[in-house]
Every structure is written in structure tokens, then in C-alpha cells.
């Protein structure tokens, strides 16, 4: 898991009035609305007695702890602290993390990181959101007990749509099956360091019965798919000129081995809101296919090194992805998980927020960090 890139918290529409605790990178967060409904995120630890914030409610734009009644604003900074008396000051201690917050097509996102704004990554567009005459989404999130990079390595990998769905692939009775030549791309959704893309034909069956008939059997269809940052990817399915799925994942690690995946399915076809449902259900289907197989894998995390698996030429997509990994990970952006394991229930740690290269003398510590 690593800090200093945008992760999705909530979908808008489920932050309301309440605030809500959302687990991200293995630790607690509050995500509320304060009474101009602009959304903040901040670490969930109270930096009293610990309490959680998220516990609490919203009072005068701050969000006060359940424990003590303290209260903080949405940039973390301490407004009350009651057993103090009305109008004392407030220690310069008294703060929590607060992280940037964006909220951008029905998602609610924060930046968990301490860069300053010039320097992060962007959030992936969805510019088909803009085109309501010739595209309509749908919104999807579910959770699965896998880890993140095993996930958007199978988003990435083309070899596995014939075995694994149905829907893409011939599930190996195919004798003439091949991986086409892979045609990569730079990041199509900022700087190059951020990401890459690639292009491949493929063959794929007709619809069935048992499926939205949108296509029929074909020699030469594309597809490509991309990363932006270790957790945003996009995939595009071009069945004709007027037939295109496009689909955008934003993944939030919740702890190394479980994730949850917000999902927006955008379709230039079946413009009709009856559709909806057969279109999210079947990418429900596609989903749970996924996650069958990926709960399965041995060893749970992607390996140390690519020479414990065995990797041919289809695989070259995450090899590329891995190694945009390690170099975050030499930054020093790596959550260090197995040391901070070691302290689980003895000692709460934050993610770094940007105030942290600003101001020193905070009450709690920063998570572990590996470069190595």
C-alpha cells in the first residue's frame, strides 16, 4: 500500500448529514460534510484519548469527538476543547491530519499523502460523463478479501479474459488461440510517470442467451487498458464504431489482503435507463468471476521479485506496472505493513498529511514507510 495518491472514500450520494469512518491503507479515517456540504477527510484518531471521530457528530462546521466533546474543522484544525472553559486557547498540539479532499464523478476522493498539490498525481477523468446524449454510466462499488496489486494486475493481464469469462473469451477451446501483439501507450491521463496503457486485438464469442445480446462473434475486436497511479486503471472494449463499453476502476486498499473497488461502467450503447440493471449485473457477474479466482492465489501478495513466477511475454503489462511500484516504493512511499502489525492495539499511527512538512510537535506518528 502507498501513500501520496488518491483513493476513493465514499460515493457522493452516501454522504449525507452523518459522518461517516471509511478504512483506507490499514487505517481509520472521518469523512464528513461540513454546513455548505463541502466534504473533508481527516484521520479518525482524536489526539486526546484516542477516540473516534467518526463517532461523533457535526457541530458548527467542526466534527466533535463522542468522548470529549473536542472539535475539529475540516483542515484538522482544534476549535473547543470544553473541559478547558469557553474561550480558553487551544494548545498548538490539538490537531488532527486533514487531507485534500475532491469530490469528481459521484465519488468522494482523498489525497493520502503529505505532497504538496503542484507535485501529486491527477485523479483519473471520466470525460464521457459530459456526453449525455451519447453515453450513460453506471456507479458500482463492492469489496473483496484480495490485495489491490493483485487486482489491477489481472485488470492489466489480456490472457486471462479467454479462460476466466465466458463473455470475452472461448474458455480455452480456442486450439488457435494466441495473444496478439500488445501496442503500449503513454499515460493517456497525465505525465508518463504516472502511468501507461496499452492496445490488443482480440477474438471474442457471440452473446448467448444467458447474456445481453450487445455483440456478435468477431475476429477483430480491441481492447486497452491503463493505470494512472497504483490503484486508478481504465479498460476499453470496442465492439463497432457505435458499440463501446469504457470502464473506469478507482481501488481503495483497505488492508493488504482486502479491497474496495468503486467502478464506473460508462456504455455508448443500450442508452435506455431499463438497462441498467442487466448492464451493472453483468458486470457483477464479470466481477465475481474475478474475485473467485484472485481470492485463490498463492502467495496472497505479489511476489518480491518476478523470478518467483514464471513470466512469458503476455505478462509484460505487469511487469511494467510492478515496476512503477518499486520506484514509489524507493521514494519511500511504501507502507512498511509488517511493522506496523507489530504495534496493532498499542500504538495508532496516521498517514502523513501535507500540514506535516509545515508544522512539527504532532501527538501521533506517521505509518512506517519501506524504500527497499
Known amino acids: 500500500m502507498y501513500i501520496n495518491f488518491w483513493y476513493p472514500v ?29 466534504a473533508s477527510t481527516l484521520s479518525d484518531t482524536c489526539p486526546h484519548r484516542g477516540g473516534a471521530l467518526s463517532g461523533g457528530i457535526i457541530k458548527e462546521n467542526c466534527i466533535q469527538c463522542p468522548y470529549h466533546g473536542w472539535q475539529f474543522d475540516g483542515e484538522g484544525h482544534c476549535h473547543r476543547i470544553p473541559s478547558l472553559g469557553k474561550g480558553a486557547k487551544i494548545p498548538v498540539r490539538a490537531r488532527v491530519d486533514a487531507y485534500p479532499t475532491e469530490e469528481k464523478y459521484g465519488i468522494v476522493f482523498a489525497f493520502l499523502g503529505d505532497l504538496e498539490e503542484k507535485q501529486r498525481p491527477p485523479i483519473m477523468p471520466v470525460n464521457e460523463l459530459d456526453d449525455d446524449q451519447n453515453w450513460r454510466a453506471n456507479w458500482l462499488t463492492y469489496e473483496a478479501d484480495i490485495n489491490f496489486e493483485r487486482s489491477i494486475e489481472n485488470g492489466l493481464d489480456v490472457a486471462h479474459n479467454e479462460f476466466v469469462h465466458p463473455t470475452h473469451g472461448h474458455e480455452g477451446k480456442d486450439e488457435d488461440y494466441k495473444v496478439n501483439k500488445l501496442d503500449f501507450v503513454e499515460n493517456m491521463f497525465g505525465q508518463k510517470k504516472w502511468g501507461f496503457g496499452l492496445w490488443h486485438a482480440f477474438k471474442s464469442p457471440a452473446s448467448t442467451k444467458e447474456s445481453p445480446q450487445i455483440k456478435e462473434e468477431s475476429d477483430q475486436r480491441m481492447a486497452g487498458s491503463g493505470i494512472v497511479g497504483p490503484n486508478q ?19 481503495c486498499p483497505v488492508e493488504q489482503n482486502h479491497v474496495k473497488i468503486f467502478l464506473i461502467n460508462m456504455r455508448k450503447m443500450m442508452l435506455d435507463a431499463n438497462m441498467d440493471k442487466t448492464i451493472a449485473d453483468r458486470c457483477m457477474v464479470i466481477a465475481r468471476q474475478d ?27 505487469c511487469i511494467k506496472y510492478r515496476k512503477l511500484l518499486d520506484g514509489w516504493k524507493k521514494k519511500g512511499w511504501k507502507i512498511d505493513s509488517n511493522e506496523v502489525n507489530k504495534h496493532i492495539g498499542k500504538k495508532a499511527f496516521v498517514i502523513p498529511s501535507p500540514d506535516r512538512k509545515k508544522q512539527k510537535g504532532w501527538v501521533l506518528d506517521t505509518v512506517p514507510l519501506s524504500s527497499r
Open 233 to 251: 486503471m481504465w479498460t476499453y472494449i470496442v465492439f463497432n464504431e457505435n458499440s463501446e463499453f469504457r470502464q473506469y476502476m478507482f481501488e
Open 10 to 38: 465514499v460515493l457522493s450520494e452516501e454522504l449525507k448529514e452523518e459522518p461517516i469512518r471509511a478504512r483506507m491503507l490499514g487505517q481509520n479515517f472521518v469523512v464528513f460534510r461540513d454546513s455548505k456540504g463541502k
Open 291 to 317: 474475485i473467485a479466482l484472485l481470492e485463490q492465489l498463492d502467495p496472497v501478495l505479489t511476489p518480491d521479485t518476478n523470478s518467483k513466477e514464471l513470466l512469458v511475454p503476455a505478462d509484460e503489462p
